[in-house]
Each structure stands twice: as structure tokens, then as C-alpha cells.
T-cell receptor, first 115, second 113 residues
Framework: DAGVTQSPTHLIKTRGQQVTLRCSPK?????VSWYQQALGQGPQFIFQ???????QRGNFPDRFSGHQFPNYSSELNVNALLLGDSALYLC???FGSGGGTDTQYFGPGTRLTVL | AQSVAQPEDQVNVAEGNPLTVKCTYS??????LFWYVQYPNRGLQFLLK??????LVKGSYGFEAEFNKSQTSFHLKKPSALVSDSALYFC???????????FGPGTRLSVLP
């Protein structure tokens, strides 16, 4: 049973560019959440997708956008990259209609470096 | 504002000794509480969660956590530490009617042989 997978593993971009990160949820999961983990900090919630719609959003600018596909996989897009966007981006999947008891299972992350 | 505190950046313990990693939170209502562990260059791995019921929750790899409502704390414990337990530990809180986790800053646990 494959767990949560993310691609690519590492990515280097320059300021102003755009980036797309991808996530495939754990088998049987239908909900995907995205987090940003800056160096030395805990993950910060970006947004969550369920039934192909953004269900909740954290305190991130509109430069951060996402999408969920019918097969439940998801993409995170970041436009106009800033140096401060350099971080580990984590995808987490869960199953259910959003009750708070759902356990989220995390992928290995994508390390984004913005130069 | 919702927040999670892990007052110790680093915890050092000798192998075989009991360990405690502390977590306190400030979240309205009765949130759900989680612990995750992160090994180098890896994502977060789920350890345990408190939803309701018994204040002592048992999880993976021999870890347990004690919920204390009056102190708004959820401390992670293990009776006998292993060198392989050395990692970064995150406490996370989820509002009862919200979707997102609020994570603490993390505590680095070092178990010395």
C-alpha cells in the first residue's frame, strides 16, 4: 500500500518564477492538505482540498493556489516566487468529510529553494 | 489566536531512561491533539492522537501521551528511550470544527547511548 507521494523531491527556482508541486494521496484517501515548513519551524497550514474544492485556507497570499483532480491527487502552485518561499512543502492526506478526528498522513515533502 | 508551545527546543536523555516531551496549547473549545515525529529528510510520521475518553493515550513505538485539560497540556512520554527515538517531535492541535492542524515549533530529542 503506497503512502503519500510527492514530486519532485528537490527544486531550485529563481525569484519571480512559478512552481508546481505534486502530491498523490495514500490509497483510499480523498482529502489533501498542504503545509509549508520553513527551516527550524513547525509546518504551517496552507490549504486543504476535498471533492476538488478548497475547503479551508491558512494565512497565505493568493500567490499560493492549488488544485485537486478527480483521482484525488493535488497540485500546489506558487507564483512570483520570493526568497522567503524557500521551505519544505509537505502534503498530507486523510479520509473523510472533514471531522477533526481524521489523522493526516504526510508525504516526504518537496524541498524548494528560491535563489 | 490559536497557538501551540513546546517549551524545550532540545531534550537530552540517556538510553533506557524515561523521556518526556512537553506540549501546551491555546485553542478554544475542546480541540483534538496529535503527536508527530520527523526524521532527517523525511516527512512527518503519526505517533498518536487524543480525541476523547481516557486521558492517557497509547501510540506507536511505545510512546504514550497524557492529556490534561486544566493545564491545556499534552505531554509525550516513553518509559524507556532508545537511541533510534532521536528525532524532531511535533505537537499538533486541531480545532474541533476546523480542518487545519496548528503545529508547535518542534522539540529535538537526542537519546544518548
Amino acid at each position: 500500500d503506497a503512502g503519500v507521494t510527492q514530486s519532485p523531491t528537490h527544486l531550485i527556482k529563481t525569484r519571480g518564477q512559478q512552481v508546481t508541486l505534486r502530491c498523490s494521496p495514500k490509497s483510499g484517501h480523498d482529502t489533501v492538505s498542504w503545509y509549508q515548513q520553513a527551516l527550524g519551524q513547525g509546518p504551517q497550514f496552507i490549504f486543504q482540498y476535498y471533492e476538488e474544492e478548497e475547503r479551508q485556507r491558512g494565512n497565505f497570499p493568493d500567490r499560493f493556489s492549488g488544485h485537486q483532480f478527480p483521482n484525488y491527487s493535488s497540485e500546489l502552485n506558487v507564483n512570483a516566487l520570493l526568497l522567503g518561499d524557500s521551505a519544505l512543502y509537505l502534503c498530507a492526506s486523510s479520509f473523510g468529510s472533514g471531522g477533526g478526528t481524521d489523522t493526516q498522513y504526510f508525504g516526504p515533502g518537496t524541498r524548494l529553494t528560491v535563489l | 489566536a490559536q497557538s501551540v508551545a513546546q517549551p524545550e527546543d532540545q531534550v537530552n536523555v540517556a538510553e533506557g531512561n524515561p523521556l518526556t516531551v512537553k506540549c501546551t496549547y491555546s485553542v478554544s473549545g475542546n480541540p483534538y491533539l496529535f503527536w508527530y515525529v520527523q526524521y532527517p529528510n523525511r516527512g512527518l510520521q503519526f505517533l498518536l492522537k487524543y480525541i476523547t475518553g481516557d486521558n492517557l493515550v497509547k501510540g506507536s513505538y511505545g510512546f504514550e501521551a497524557e492529556f490534561n485539560k486544566s493545564q491545556t497540556s499534552f505531554h509525550l512520554k516513553k518509559p524507556s528511550a532508545l537511541v533510534s527515538d532521536s528525532a524532531l517531535y511535533f505537537c499538533a492541535v486541531r480545532p474541533r470544527y476546523g480542518q487545519n492542524f496548528v503545529f508547535g515549533p518542534g522539540t529535538r530529542l537526542s537519546v544518548l547511548p
